[in-house]
């Protein structure tokens, strides 16, 4: 599962808005922002939901024991 500092640097790094990604996602735009500023914790399905729609715009997380 990603965190959010992940979340914050894929959008990033994909060139993505929050507002695109929570249309792309179909979550709150507020849910993305606070789970990127350490302000809540979203729950599993969110975050997984996240992570599958980055994945999708072509963003690769390596696990961290690579």
Known sequence: MITGA???AARALSELSLETLARLAKIDAA???AFENKLSE???VT???LETTLE???VV???ENG
């Open 56 to 58: 999708s715009a072509g």
């Open 47 to 49: 975050v997984s939901l």
């Open 6 to 8: 992940q979340c914050r």
């Open 61 to 63: 997380f390596i696990p």
């Open 42 to 44: 979203p729950d599993a």
């Open 31 to 33: 849910v993305i922002d």
